[in-house]
């Protein structure tokens, strides 16, 4: 890239940018279309000036809450992926922001070695990165061309921004609009070759999760030319209701049907652009079991495959209507309690334990506290536990009490009055406790919650009745509560930061959930999951090499690393074969990693590998009753425990 890549003082950076714009050929190469044009727009258009421009803006406090209310369901959807981007981007100085369609900073998600650059060029929430403040800058460039860039280096306008890379890709609503711009930056040295596929993906399942949660009230034709296709990021989508009226369609279906833009079916009979009745349609959605069946689109004549999928159970709207049109009433089946939790092991024993424990429990409203280390699927296992409930048609309700300021988790939790403080929504709020009423209120990283705090769940717990902030009345409440911590709660309660009275509140029966490194079915799930990035029909190869360094590797990130590693590498193999130059360093050279997990299985030899091996299979047998192993061995509990110590076996608790 030539002078992209070099540091230019003040003088060269705007002489660059005015050769550029004067359209000097070395430039105008080095740089491209879109880059210039947006230099263009700077210029003339906002008349910003690349060495002196105006201070960055950070809209108040006030307007930034607003702001994040507006689109806190979008902030809510986006959360989860944001943190599974940032964790595949660990360790590599990335930031990852969610903007709302202004350019504003919603949420800022970053590696504490970019905290001060960021700093300095406000890259923070509140934080205003439209190209009229900021000039050229991917965010503010990608909301003007509405496709995802890469703006590196000198391509910023403003010298200020020159030693960042930062790449953006838009996210849509169902009808087209632009909804917000996901965001990963860094500094310009640490760049990523892969940055821009993950981000891309990133944004990609955002958009999809938008589009369902928008149209929930709906049914959702899900389609693709590929059958494997369908339920992976790349299917189309198009909503309509139950009279067949289309109501929105994702990029994708747009993308496929060779169409530029939704508003071209909005409107129209999803019959008149498939070739299917629509009693045929809505007699597929509410089968019990329907697989991906084949349909002509109409105007090509192309064949897709398409499911159809029925609105949410308990969204009214459909309800009523959709029941004309069923040719025979789908039979209400009792609830199969276990079906939930089938995804959540391929036979290993803990798991499998701790599911038979919590089958035996629900119904009874027994407060359930999840722990494990993080991503090792304690989330997952608390959306299985609420869909395997009777409350699984009431709301599930997840609160984070580690990533929300400490000011804000109060309101978030026990709602508000209108007007209660300073800069409360004129509505008031309910708050997510009283959401979650008649269904489960799941609150992650519990350990994480304020001390002061606790005495007020507590009370909750205890007269199972909230009073909103600025509110007087207590109003009742029933909730099914599900935490979960990768925190030692009892050091916590030693040293005086979590209340010993609200451990045994929120622990009616404690769940440990196993790490990846020490669960047997670790070659089941890479597979699987595997099978799931890659798409259903797709078969993607392992290389034996590669396979084995997945298996020997210690994963300190769990489901989450693993997940994380399996999308990046089924989207960058070739000719759908994973070999070892698809995966990342941590795991190409484990020997080179920092030592993150020293009680892991990283470092020992083959033997001892196989010892531990053998001896958590003993462990299993006995269901972790350390004593019983331990007189099986001939050895002491001192011993066994130093054993399992050196080995990293944790016992289970
Ligand atoms: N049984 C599973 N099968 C496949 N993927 C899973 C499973 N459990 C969890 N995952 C994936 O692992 C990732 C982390 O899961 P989850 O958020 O539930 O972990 P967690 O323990 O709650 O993490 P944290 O402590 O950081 O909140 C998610 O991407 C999830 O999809």
Redo the contacts with the bound molecule.
Sequence with gaps: MGAAIMRLSGSEHAALVKAGIAGDAVVCEQFDAMTVASWRRCFSGYGLDPIDAPDPVVVPRADLRERQEQSCRLLEIAR?EM??LYQQLAGSGHAIILTDREGVLLNYIGDPIFTDTAANVRLQTGAVWDERTQGTNAIGTCLVEKKPLVVHKTAHYLLRNARLTCAAAPILDPHGNLLAILDASSEAELAQKHTMVLLNMSAQMIENRVFFCAMKEAYVFRCHSRAEFIGTLGEGLVAFTPDGRVLAANRSAIFQMGLDAPQRIVGREIQELFAISLPMLLERAHSQSCPAFPIIETRSERRFFAKVQAPEKGTARTRATASRHRPRPAIQKAPDSRAPFE???LGDPR?QRNIETVTKVLGRDLPCL?L????????????AMHQASARRDRPFVAL?CASLPESLIESELFGYRPGAFTGASRDGSRGKILQADGGTLFL??IGDMPIDLQARLLQVLEDRRVVPLGGETPIPVSIQLIS???RDVRALIAEGRFREDLYYRINGISIQ?PPLRDRRDRRE?IL??TR?ESGDGIEIEWEAEALERMLAYPWPG???Q???ILRAATALCEDQRIRTRDLPEEIRYPERAPDRHDRSARGLGTLAIAEREALLELLEDARWNVSRVAKNLGLSRNTLYRRMKRYGIEPAR
């Design positions: 989860h943190s599974d995804r959540l092991h798991m999840l494990g280390e993080t991503g090792v699927g304690k989330d997952v296992f608390a959306r984070n992650d990283e979960a911590t990768h959930i799930l699987a999951l799931e769990n489901l989450r693993l997940r994380n």
